[in-house]
């Protein structure tokens, strides 16, 4: 996790590209070095030894998907991230050969880039697809062993934060999403993306899966509302080999005295469709304990329809990277117009998340998309805000919300 000994080798043939990704991952902890040709590139590859690599797919006399190839005939086992001014689909192609050919691909990302979205990428991979340039305090880079993750779940570090998701027809709350953090005794609160991955390595995910069940059943069966609300958890891959998961999750339920029809369990396209025997095996386990269970991410993943069909699932969450650029950018609002209508069809519940503008809102509502969840709405709050949101928040704030731009 610490960025000790990360170097990035940056191919690009354009000289404010690579200052900006250079200054970037400098700032992030990493030594960086550039090349302008890919034969450059080779050669300095073989004696620097890379940890990271970007790669430039439209280069002059070599295209990067050469590149790309012959990385992979060298086996070559760096982090690589494919940058182009191409569009998401271009990326996207070069990224499924590349990984086809046995390449880390850790992401995309198309020009101009944000600096958040260069961070989150070089930040160790993380989920691997198209993050969505997000803005947050400045990611805390800590050393986690296990033995840091125990103590900290002893000393109660980790904390829920709650973000509402709102019924777009009528306007309502319908429930909350809980995301961790840790509140680090010396580093502040950090982000999950900087600690899940270590986290899940560490073999830590079943006690911090646990802990933040109870801490968010427990929060929701303290709550005092009139229509009983929802409560979304976020479950990773690892959390599948875990035989406990079910009867434990379960068991939570039972002991806040909250119906498991009440918790949405969202679990994101890639580690549903990569773990199909054993994904399989736990949802359908939690779909006949009462639980709900969401595809998060939806669209960044590689999945067919068909792989996804399979698969019990009842809510689906199409990820914040499309919705914040639907306004920008026709792929992406073809992708949310064509996820909105496929979930209609299916009879699944259809979530927006990253909803950050009354554009995006209006929209989404008019696409009959069903539930909405953002920065526009609320952020994530701690407990006793999220409460106090619920309290003072009127469906009729709807109104002139989404019909006006700065409501
Ligand atoms: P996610 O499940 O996709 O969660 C949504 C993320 O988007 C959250 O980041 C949230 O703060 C952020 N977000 C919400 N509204 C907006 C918006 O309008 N615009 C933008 N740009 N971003 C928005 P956060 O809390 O940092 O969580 C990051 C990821 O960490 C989550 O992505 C989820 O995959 C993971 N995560 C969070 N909590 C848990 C957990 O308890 N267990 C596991 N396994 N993963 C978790
Ligand atoms: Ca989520
Ligand atoms: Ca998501």
Not at 38 to 63: G, N, V, Y
Not at 267 to 289: C, G
Not at 306 to 316: G, H, K, N, V
Request: glycine share 8%; charged share 20%; proline share 5%.
């Amino acid at each position: 996790m610490t960025p000790h000994g990360m170097r990035l080798l940056i191919l690009d043939d354009d000289a404010e590209v690579v200052k900006f990704i250079s200054h970037v991952a400098e700032t992030f902890g990493f030594e960086t070095r550039a090349a302008t040709l890919p034969s450059e590139m080779f050669s300095i590859l073989a004696e620097w030894k890379p940890t990271h690599l970007a790669i430039d797919l439209i280069m002059p006399d070599m295209d990067g998907v050469e590149v790309l190839r012959e990385l992979a005939d060298k086996s070559v086992q760096a982090a690589i991230i494919v940058t182009s001014g191409m569009g998401i689909k271009v990326l996207e192609a070069a990224r499924q050969s590349g990984i086809r050919r046995g390449l880390n691909i850790v992401g995309v990302l198309p020009k101009p880039f944000s600096v958040q979205a260069l961070r989150e990428l070089l930040d160790g991979g993380k989920k691997g697809t198209l993050q969505a340039p997000t803005i947050r305090p400045a990611a805390h880079i800590v050393s986690c062993s296990k033995p840091d993750f125990l103590e900290a779940l002893e000393a109660g570090q980790f904390v829920l934060y709650y973000q509402p998701k709102i019924d777009l027809a009528l306007g309502n709350i319908v429930g909350f999403e809980a995301l961790v953090r840790w509140d680090h005794p010396v580093y502040g609160l950090i982000f999950p993306d900087t600690f899940i991955r270590a986290a899940e390595e560490c073999g830590v995910m079943t006690p911090l899966t646990y802990r933040c069940f109870d801490i968010g059943l427990q929060w929701l069966a303290s709550i005092e509302h009139g229509s009983p609300l929802t409560i979304s958890m976020n479950i990773s891959a690892v959390n599948f080999i875990d035989l406990d998961l079910v009867d434990r999750l379960h068991w939570s339920c039972l002991r806040s005295k909250i119906d498991p029809s009440r918790v949405t369990l969202e679990l994101t396209e890639t580690s549903a469709v990569d773990n199909t025997a054993a994904a399989f095996d736990v949802m359908s386990r939690l779909r006949i304990k009462g639980f709900t269970i969401g595809i998060d991410d939806f669209g960044t993943g590689y999945s067919t329809m068909m792989q996804l069909m399979r698969l019990p699932f009842s809510e689906i969450k199409i990820d914040r990277t499309f919705v914040g650029t639907m306004h920008e950018n026709q792929e992406s609002m073809t992708i949310v117009d064509s996820t909105i209508e496929l979930g209609q069809r299916l009879g699944l519940t259809t979530v927006a998340e990253g909803v950050e503008t009354a554009m995006q809102m209006r929209t989404l509502r008019k696409l009959r998309c069903d539930v909405a969840q953002g920065y526009y709405i609320a952020r994530p709050m701690i407990e006793h805000q999220a409460k106090r949101f619920l309290a003072e928040w009127s469906p009729r704030q709807m109104g002139p919300m989404i019909w006006t731009e700065h409501g």
